[in-house]
């Protein structure tokens, strides 16, 4: 028994051997029970038991009280001693020669109060007698809480204190760093999960998260909830992280959809219903079965992830079938010493150790997984990249040669169209002229008249050929040009008034050259038949109610005519049909003096939106 708490003591980090320091280890003690509810029928008498003691193993589901009495060999008088006790609680007085040393808590327990989750120290001033000290240790314990009394280290200051910090620094800063180090791993796994929604990050962060908050039981000599909700608490978590975590090696070797990984989805949700029984009622006797069936199902997964490591050469599954078989046998090994050793009650679970570096083993292989998924999808990037690339640039040579084709039947249709009005307008005049020549009598005028009308009105029809697709102000200034002439040789004036005027978006050479005809049939009617000797053509951006539209207006001082019979002439009907055809309207307005005819053409929507 010696041997093993001494190798206890050596796992907390003492690092000392009984030869090389003389300290005394109190294994018995005389004890003197008082359980609560239980009047005895004569005064308590002490016995003699082994320490450890463990409350829950030896009274079960009872609270009470416990004296344990020893005595101290003094070796020199004049030196104190120092006491550390690796586990003692949950409330406990300490007396010296029957004067009280230490206190911690109240009788019966507190609520929020439990020594029994860090180790003692306590320091015996010197008596200066060589008589033995008596030392009398009382705890105050409640079923479930782990309540009891280790093995006592008695020694001089210099010996016993580095066990006592050696002993703190494993239990509770090992456990602060282990709990840090868990709940950074949980959350950033749960983060993970929160964007990619994979069950193995969210397996992996809840099981690191509640492994966190069972390891943070050790921190807390004053707990944050009251018994037994804080008993509660961290057991729930305990016995739902190992299911957990269970499940995410599984998940890992791809053996999620199985009857053990249900089992161990079903355990973590029962998980608290089991700590609820085992702290509240109490039934003592679940938890060990419930660790007994954790540990059944941890290694029915080490067996199915070993084999797995075994038959694959995926690197992360050999290095999880390792961490596995580790942390599992460090669970064993707990498990069995709970189960079959006395000195159960002082012993440091080896799993909280093995657990950091499990739980950085599952870290490495979900960033190796993320690793892999990001080199995977950046090729899968750069294949759609590719691909898409070579789409665009195929999608790109067939709208240019949908372009080519549509301006070479753009080009086509408009040269047909082009044809078509030189065969009907110009066409039917050279016939017309052709039969005027046939006929006896023709005036050489006449005929001179009709052959320059067809010359200009070929002019103007190589001007809308080269001209800029949509630009009135060209046009207009294009028939300026053509008749200028022969405006000024008939006597007639022309006030020119065309202000800035916007492209015709949509338009091509067809709708340019009926501006032009319209205008040039204009003129034409008023050079032979109106006797004006003054005209004005103006032309205008006007705003309109369903947008705006180019207002041309041509007027002269001519005799006029009857407006009412516009459409009996020829010239007036084709007029008509041209400004039609460009989408707009056509108004004559006549009376001896002045007449006035005016154009609205529409602007479209896009020229209006791009100016």
């Known amino acids: 028994m010696r041997a093993l708490l001494l190798l206890m ?55 009470g009280e416990a004296r344990f009495a020893f005595d101290i060999p003094v070796a020199d008088p004049a030196a104190p001693l120092a006491l550390f006790v690796p586990r003692l609680g949950n409330s406990f007085r300490v007396l010296v020669n029957g004067q009280e040393l230490a206190r911690f808590g109240a009788f019966p327990p507190g609520p929020y109060d439990d020594a029994s989750v860090a180790p003692q120290y306590f320091v015996l001033p010197a008596s200066g007698s060589t008589a033995p000290h008596r030392v009398e240790v009382v705890i105050a314990a409640q079923a479930a809480r782990q309540g009891g009394l280790s093995p006592v280290v008695v020694g001089s200051k210099a010996e016993v204190l580095p066990l006592y910090e050696d002993a703190l620094f494993w239990h509770v800063s090992g456990g602060r760093f282990i709990a840090i180090v868990s709940g950074v791993l949980g959350a950033l796994s749960l983060l993970v999960w929160l964007r990619q929604r994979e069950p193995i990050y969210l397996y992996y962060g809840l099981g690191e998260l509640l492994w966190s908050v069972q390891t943070a039981r050790v921190l807390f000599t004053h707990v944050p909830l009251p018994w037994p909700w804080w008993g509660v608490l961290p057991l729930a978590a305990f016995q739902a992280a190992v299911p957990l975590l269970c499940r995410f090696a599984l998940a890992v070797v791809g053996r999620d959809d199985t009857r053990l990984a249900r089992l161990l989805g079903l355990m973590a949700w029962l998980a608290p219903v089991a700590a609820v029984l085992g702290i509240m009622v109490p039934l003592l006797w679940l938890m060990p079965l419930w660790r007994s069936l954790g540990l059944l199902a941890a290694l029915a997964m080490m067996v199915v992830v070993v084999r797995v490591a075994l038959r694959s050469a995926v690197l992360e ?31 440091v679970p080896w799993i909280r150790f093995a657990w950091v570096g499990f739980a950085i083993t599952l870290a490495w292989v979900i960033a190796e997984r993320m690793r892999k998924d990001a080199r995977a999808m950046a090729a899968m990037n750069a294949s759609l990249e590719a691909e898409l690339a070579e789409r665009n640039a195929a999608l790109e040579a067939s709208f240019a040669r949908e372009r080519e084709g549509e301006k070479a039947r753009g080009a086509l249709e408009e040269r047909q169209r082009l044809t078509q009005d030189l065969h009907d307008g110009l066409g039917g005049q050279l016939v017309g002229l052709l039969q005027m020549t046939q006929q006896p ?119 006029g005519f009857d407006a009412q019979a516009k459409f009996a002439g020829k010239g007036l009907t084709n007029m008509h049909t041209r400004a039609a055809a460009l989408g707009g309207a056509l108004t004559v307005r006549s009376q001896p003096g002045e007449t006035s005819l005016r154009l609205r053409l529409p602007v479209p929507a896009a020229t209006a939106a791009g100016k």
């Open 317 to 347: 599954h050999r290095v999880l079938g390792v961490a596995v078989v580790l942390v599992v046998l460090c669970g064993a090994r707990d498990v069995w010493v709970m189960r079959t050793s006395p000195e159960a009650y002082a012993m």
């Open 9 to 63: 003591l050596a796992v907390l980090g003492a690092g000392w051997s009984a030869p090389s320091r003389a300290v005394t280890l109190i294994e018995q003690a005389q004890l003197t029970l008082a359980l609560r509810g239980q009047a005895p029928a004569q005064a308590p008498q002490p016995q003699t038991v082994a320490l450890p003691y463990d409350w829950d193993q030896r009274q079960g589901a009872v609270d």
């Open 441 to 559: 009598g023709t005036a050489l005028g006449d005929v001179a008249l009709h052959l320059r009308d067809a010359v200009d009105q070929l002019k103007l029809t190589v001007d809308a050929m080269h001209g800029c697709e949509g630009d009135v102000a060209s046009a207009l200034g294009s028939v300026r040009y053509r008749l200028g002439p022969r405006l000024q040789a008939a006597g007639i004036e022309l006030h020119w008034d065309v202000g800035p005027l916007p492209l015709m978006t949509g338009w091509s050479v067809r709708e340019s050259h009926q501006t032009q005809m319209l205008l040039f049939e204009a003129f034409a009617n008023l050079m032979a038949h109106a006797q004006a000797t003054r005209a004005s053509l103006g032309a205008r951006l006007v705003p309109a109610s369903t947008g705006e539209i180019i207002e041309i207006e041509l007027r002269d001082n001519g005799r």
